[in-house]
């Protein structure tokens, strides 16, 4: 059983960077595509990004294409999400989740271990 914990979050002005990490331990990370989804205070989680378990694949939400980057590094067992131009709607609580079902799923249901999460604020 995979456990998997984020770090990277923070306080930052619209227009900056972060960069997310989440580290895999108790199993082998290239077992799992893995993901990003994101909660803000009032809504429901939604999907951000995956990757493959051999990270050849990734997808996106149309939300976040051409600012967010989602990467691999399966011999660290670390998943990154390099988020670029960040907005004020982009603050959430970012979860990291591992999945031994499909390719890339954008589904929260097919992933059944999940991180602690960890929190963007973004400012205007």
């Known amino acids: 059983q995979v456990q998997l914990v984020e770090s990277g979050g923070g306080l930052v002005q619209a227009g900056d960077s972060l960069r997310l990490s989440c580290a895999a331990s108790?199993?082998?990370?290239?077992?799992?595509?893995m993901g990003w989804f994101r909660q803000a205070p009032g809504k429901e989680r939604e999907f951000v990004s995956t990757i493959s378990r051999s990270g050849s694949n990734t997808r996106a939400a149309e939300s976040v294409k051409g600012r967010f980057i989602i990467s691999r590094d399966n011999a660290k067992n670390t998943v990154t999400l390099q988020m670029n131009s960040l907005k004020p709607e982009d603050t959430a609580v970012y979860y990291c989740?591992?999945?031994?079902?499909?390719?890339?799923?954008?589904?929260?249901?097919?992933?059944?271990?999940w991180g602690q999460g960890t929190q963007v604020t973004v400012s205007s």
């Open positions: 989740a591992a999945s031994i079902v499909g390719d890339t799923p954008q589904v929260g249901d097919f992933y059944a271990y």
């Open positions: 108790g199993g082998t990370a290239s077992n799992y595509a």
